[in-house]
């Protein structure tokens, strides 16, 4: 069973700070998702990255999937409240079934 | 209308009952899953179907059970449910494969007493 190590599990910061939270496997990823949950709702996609070294951007939030696509990070610049919820990264590792990260739960303090 | 709608929102129930989850579609996807999370461990897979024939166990399919009684109707049922099946439960559908979008319900929270 090939495992997604995210870090932190818990991050707390002031509104207009930047951070980033960490996906990780020992295994070699064919494609990564990153989904964002609110409370009562199922995650909805962020983005899907497919090649090693691959940024996207969306808004404040880039995405980046590692050259070996073992490992990939989140940064967000200036979060704000709305930014809060849970992270999850999701990798399909040559087949169609997905593996979900343990999750980031992140809080933005106005 | 939601796109993926899940039946029962919130239920509570006692050990040994019979429970059964229901999903259904207007996605018009072929692809189906049933996802359980539990807090610090994500979502794991249950069961999935890619089309009403096609039924396959997830990593953690034992004590649940799975029916594709069409292509927009995918139900979970739990035989017998036991206390650490309390869970939230979500369905999903996927157009693609590989990398294609899940879209999720809003999750089926249980809670075996």
């Known amino acids: 069973t090939q495992l997604l190590e995210q870090s932190p599990q818990f991050l707390s910061i002031q509104e207009g700070e930047n951070l980033t939270v960490y996906c990780n496997s020992s295994?070699?990823?064919?494609?990564l998702q990153w989904y964002r949950q609110e409370p009562g709702e199922g995650p909805v996609l962020l983005v899907t990255?497919?090649?090693?070294?691959e940024v996207k951007k969306l808004k404040r939030l880039t995405f980046q999937f590692g050259d070996a696509r073992k490992d990939s990070s989140l940064h967000i610049t200036a979060a704000q409240p709305g930014d809060t919820g849970l992270y999850l990264c999701?990798?399909?590792?040559?087949?169609?079934?997905?593996?979900f990260g343990t999750g980031t739960r992140l809080t933005i303090i106005p | 209308d939601a796109d993926v709608t899940q039946t029962p929102r919130n239920r509570i129930t006692k050990t040994g009952k019979r429970i059964m989850l229901e999903c259904s579609q207007t996605k018009g996807h072929d692809r189906m899953y049933w996802y359980r999370q539990d807090p610090g461990l994500g979502l794991r897979l249950i069961y999935y179907s890619f089309d009403v024939k096609d039924i396959n166990k997830g990593e953690i399919s034992d004590g649940y059970s799975v029916s594709r009684q069409a292509q927009a109707k995918f139900s979970l049922s739990l035989e017998s449910a036991i206390p650490n099946q309390t869970a939230l439960y979500f369905c999903?559908?996927?157009?693609?494969?590989?990398?294609?979008?899940?879209?999720f319900g809003e999750g089926s929270r249980l809670t075996v007493l």
């Open positions: 990255v497919v090649t090693g070294g």
């Open positions: 295994s070699v990823f064919s494609s």
């Open positions: 999701a990798g399909a590792f040559g087949n169609e079934k997905l593996t």
């Open positions: 999903a559908t996927r157009r693609d494969g590989r990398s294609g979008e899940l879209f």
